[in-house]
T-cell receptor, first 113, second 114 residues
Framework: QKEVEQDPGPLSVPEGAIVSLNCTYSNSAFQYFMWYRQYSRKGPELLMYTYSSGNKEDGRFTAQVDKSSKYISLFIRDSQPSDSATYLCAMAPRGGGYNKLIFGAGTRLAVHP | KAGVTQTPRYLIKTRGQQVTLSCSPISGHRSVSWYQQTPGQGLQFLFEYFSETQRNKGNFPGRFSGRQFSNSRSEMNVSTLELGDSALYLC?????????????FGPGTRLTVL
């Protein structure tokens, strides 16, 4: 079993829809949670970073963390064609003295006009 | 503020050759991590350097190595290239010294091994 599970999709939605992307994890040591967006043939771009349970909002994006269920989500409101990309969840343990991210497989999202 | 830069952006090599990739982190960032991205395995951690020292290493063979210079720039080297080494190699930098901090990625170097 992988430490981080993420449905690879693809997910196709109409413009303006609310998109929900999810990851589950098995390692309770994970304390930091990130969402990255990656366009084709580009490097991942950090969208959201959180280290506590609950919600964090930034514009049209909301990240949600439920540590008790080991489940994280990213919601995209009013989705746009420019949101079409692969979304990767990533996690890291608390402290440890080093930076090492464990990634989900990524979900491919297509927003069509 | 300039982002993470990686050179070269594209490389084509043949089996058995070796390759060196370069990464310049965001100014002020002292932690540099390397990841390999392939369609089959996704993004996998290779190693991390901080203050010129390797702090952590992923599950890759010894053919993969790296180093960091005093200005925080980093290089990774792959020797005796295999077809399976074809991938996007990504570098990420972080300001955080204790781990778990935000990591910012460069555009990657796409390596093709023929």
């Amino acid at each position: 079993q992988k430490e981080v599970e993420q449905d690879p999709g693809p997910l196709s939605v109409p413009e303006g829809a609310i998109v929900s992307l999810n990851c589950t994890y098995s390692n309770s040591a994970f304390q930091y949670f990130m969402w990255y967006r990656q366009y084709s043939r580009k490097g991942p771009e950090l969208l959201m970073y959180t280290y506590s349970s609950g919600n964090k909002e930034d514009g049209r994006f909301t990240a949600q963390v439920d540590k008790s269920s080991k489940y994280i989500s990213l919601f995209i409101r009013d989705s746009q064609p420019s949101d079409s990309a692969t979304y990767l969840c990533a996690m890291a343990p608390r402290g440890g003295g080093y930076n090492k991210l464990i990634f989900g497989a990524g979900t491919r999202l297509a927003v069509h006009p | 503020k300039a982002g993470v830069t990686q050179t070269p952006r594209y490389l084509i090599k043949t089996r058995g050759q070796q390759v060196t990739l370069s990464c310049s982190p965001i100014s002020g960032h002292r932690s540099v991590s390397w990841y390999q991205q392939t369609p089959g395995q996704g993004l996998q951690f290779l190693f991390e350097y901080f203050s010129e020292t390797q702090r952590n290493k992923g599950n890759f063979p010894g053919r993969f190595s790296g180093r960091q210079f005093s200005n925080s720039r980093s290089e990774m080297n792959v020797s005796t290239l295999e077809l399976g080494d074809s991938a996007l190699y990504l570098c990420a930098s972080s300001l955080d010294v204790s781990g778990g901090g935000e990591q910012f990625f460069g555009p990657g170097t796409r390596l093709t091994v023929l």
